[in-house]
Protein backbone atom coordinates (compact mmCIF):
# COMPACT_ATOMS: atom_id res chain seq x y z
CA UNK A 1 0.00 0.00 0.00
CA UNK A 2 3.23 2.19 -0.38
CA UNK A 3 1.34 3.99 -3.51
CA UNK A 4 -2.12 4.74 -1.89
CA UNK A 5 -1.94 8.23 -2.35
CA UNK A 6 -0.92 7.68 -5.81
CA UNK A 7 -3.70 5.92 -6.49
CA UNK A 8 -6.15 8.06 -4.67
CA UNK A 9 -5.17 10.51 -6.60
CA UNK A 10 -5.21 9.35 -10.05
CA UNK A 11 -9.23 7.97 -8.94
CA UNK A 12 -9.82 11.67 -8.17
CA UNK A 13 -8.58 13.10 -11.69
CA UNK A 14 -10.65 9.66 -13.57
CA UNK A 15 -13.57 10.81 -12.19
CA UNK A 16 -13.72 14.11 -11.64
CA UNK A 17 -11.98 14.63 -15.17
CA UNK A 18 -9.11 17.34 -15.70
CA UNK A 19 -10.76 20.31 -14.52
CA UNK A 20 -11.07 18.76 -10.66
CA UNK A 21 -14.91 19.97 -10.48
CA UNK A 22 -17.52 17.27 -9.37
CA UNK A 23 -20.98 17.12 -8.62
CA UNK A 24 -21.43 16.97 -5.19
CA UNK A 25 -25.04 15.06 -5.75
CA UNK A 26 -23.69 12.58 -8.37
CA UNK A 27 -24.81 9.15 -7.21
CA UNK A 28 -22.23 7.29 -9.27
CA UNK A 29 -20.23 4.72 -7.64
CA UNK A 30 -16.87 3.25 -9.99
CA UNK A 31 -15.47 0.14 -9.49
CA UNK A 32 -12.16 -0.63 -10.47
CA UNK A 33 -11.06 -4.18 -10.73
CA UNK A 34 -7.45 -5.48 -11.17
CA UNK A 35 -6.92 -7.13 -14.46
CA UNK A 36 -3.31 -6.94 -14.83
CA UNK A 37 -2.87 -10.36 -16.41
CA UNK A 38 0.75 -9.67 -17.67
CA UNK A 39 2.07 -8.53 -13.89
CA UNK A 40 0.51 -11.52 -12.22
CA UNK A 41 -1.95 -14.42 -13.37
CA UNK A 42 -4.07 -14.35 -10.36
CA UNK A 43 -5.25 -10.53 -11.17
CA UNK A 44 -5.78 -11.88 -14.75
CA UNK A 45 -7.76 -14.89 -14.21
CA UNK A 46 -9.56 -14.11 -11.11
CA UNK A 47 -9.97 -10.14 -12.09
CA UNK A 48 -11.09 -10.66 -15.56
CA UNK A 49 -13.65 -13.48 -14.03
CA UNK A 50 -14.72 -10.77 -11.56
CA UNK A 51 -15.42 -8.07 -13.90
CA UNK A 52 -17.62 -10.71 -16.11
CA UNK A 53 -19.94 -11.52 -13.35
CA UNK A 54 -20.10 -7.87 -12.45
CA UNK A 55 -21.11 -7.16 -16.24
CA UNK A 56 -23.46 -10.33 -16.26
CA UNK A 57 -25.50 -9.20 -12.60
CA UNK A 58 -25.39 -5.30 -13.93
CA UNK A 59 -27.78 -6.55 -17.04
CA UNK A 60 -29.80 -8.82 -15.19
CA UNK A 61 -30.54 -6.16 -12.87
CA UNK A 62 -30.86 -3.45 -14.98
CA UNK A 63 -32.52 -5.52 -17.59
CA UNK A 64 -35.29 -6.81 -14.84
CA UNK A 65 -35.62 -2.56 -13.71
CA UNK A 66 -34.74 -0.40 -16.34
CA UNK A 67 -34.49 2.10 -13.17
CA UNK A 68 -32.73 -0.42 -10.64
CA UNK A 69 -29.99 1.46 -8.39
CA UNK A 70 -27.37 -0.16 -9.73
CA UNK A 71 -27.67 2.16 -12.74
CA UNK A 72 -25.36 4.35 -10.57
CA UNK A 73 -22.32 1.52 -10.84
CA UNK A 74 -19.96 2.49 -13.56
CA UNK A 75 -17.56 -0.69 -13.97
CA UNK A 76 -13.54 -0.16 -15.05
CA UNK A 77 -10.35 -2.84 -15.40
CA UNK A 78 -7.18 -1.29 -14.53
CA UNK A 79 -3.99 -2.39 -14.20
CA UNK A 80 -2.18 -3.01 -10.68
CA UNK A 81 -3.42 -1.84 -7.73
CA UNK A 82 -1.33 -3.92 -5.56
CA UNK A 83 -1.92 -6.87 -3.54
CA UNK A 84 -1.83 -9.75 -5.97
CA UNK A 85 -2.39 -12.58 -3.12
CA UNK A 86 -5.50 -10.72 -2.77
CA UNK A 87 -7.31 -11.24 -6.11
CA UNK A 88 -9.39 -10.06 -7.00
CA UNK A 89 -8.98 -6.90 -5.91
CA UNK A 90 -11.61 -3.92 -6.22
CA UNK A 91 -11.78 0.00 -5.46
CA UNK A 92 -14.71 1.64 -4.43
CA UNK A 93 -14.75 5.43 -5.49
CA UNK A 94 -16.33 7.62 -3.64
CA UNK A 95 -16.39 5.24 -0.23
CA UNK A 96 -13.14 4.88 -0.72
CA UNK A 97 -13.47 1.06 -0.03
CA UNK A 98 -10.74 -1.44 -1.05
CA UNK A 99 -12.03 -4.93 -1.45
CA UNK A 100 -10.41 -8.16 -1.68
CA UNK A 101 -10.26 -11.89 -2.45
CA UNK A 102 -13.71 -11.56 -4.29
CA UNK A 103 -14.81 -14.42 -6.26
CA UNK A 104 -17.54 -14.45 -9.03
CA UNK A 105 -20.00 -16.01 -7.04
CA UNK A 106 -19.29 -13.09 -4.25
CA UNK A 107 -20.27 -9.83 -6.78
CA UNK A 108 -24.24 -9.98 -5.76
CA UNK A 109 -23.79 -9.84 -2.38
CA UNK A 110 -21.27 -7.24 -2.58
CA UNK A 111 -23.09 -4.74 -5.32
CA UNK A 112 -26.26 -5.07 -2.57
CA UNK A 113 -23.86 -3.86 0.32
CA UNK A 114 -22.10 -1.06 -1.95
CA UNK A 115 -25.80 0.02 -3.16
CA UNK A 116 -27.38 0.13 0.33
CA UNK A 117 -24.48 2.44 1.54
CA UNK A 118 -24.35 6.38 0.96
CA UNK A 119 -22.49 7.98 -1.94
CA UNK A 120 -19.82 9.15 -0.07
CA UNK A 121 -16.16 8.34 1.52
CA UNK A 122 -16.69 6.80 4.45
CA UNK A 123 -15.05 7.85 7.95
CA UNK A 124 -12.82 6.06 10.45
CA UNK A 125 -15.81 5.16 12.05
CA UNK A 126 -18.43 3.41 9.90
CA UNK A 127 -17.65 -0.46 9.37
CA UNK A 128 -16.69 -1.78 6.20
CA UNK A 129 -18.74 -2.27 3.37
CA UNK A 130 -17.81 -5.94 3.01
CA UNK A 131 -15.92 -7.06 6.01
CA UNK A 132 -15.22 -10.06 4.84
CA UNK A 133 -13.23 -8.95 1.72
CA UNK A 134 -12.53 -5.64 3.35
CA UNK A 135 -8.56 -4.97 2.77
CA UNK A 136 -8.89 -1.10 3.74
CA UNK A 137 -9.83 2.37 3.18
CA UNK A 138 -8.30 5.13 1.44
CA UNK A 139 -7.89 8.31 3.69
CA UNK A 140 -7.25 6.23 6.83
CA UNK A 141 -3.74 6.08 8.66
CA UNK A 142 -2.15 2.36 8.46
CA UNK A 143 -3.14 2.40 12.54
CA UNK A 144 -6.82 3.73 11.54
CA UNK A 145 -7.02 0.93 9.41
CA UNK A 146 -5.94 -1.79 11.93
CA UNK A 147 -8.27 -0.67 14.59
CA UNK A 148 -11.09 -0.33 12.36
CA UNK A 149 -10.76 -3.96 11.80
CA UNK A 150 -10.46 -5.34 15.39
CA UNK A 151 -13.26 -3.20 16.10
CA UNK A 152 -15.34 -4.81 13.22
CA UNK A 153 -13.83 -8.39 14.13
CA UNK A 154 -14.75 -8.39 17.90
Known amino acids: MDNMEEVDEQLRVHTEGSSGAVSSNSDDVHLYVCTHGSRDCRCGDTGGAVVRAIKDELRKRRD ?3 SDPSTCIKLAEVAHIGGHKYAANILVYPHGEWLGEVEPEDVPKILDAILASPTRPR ?3 EIPIC ?3 WRGRM ?10 LQR ?3
Do not use: C, I
Open 64 to 66: ADP
Open 123 to 125: NAN
Open 152 to 154: TSS
Open 131 to 133: PRH
Open 139 to 148: GLSKDEQVQL
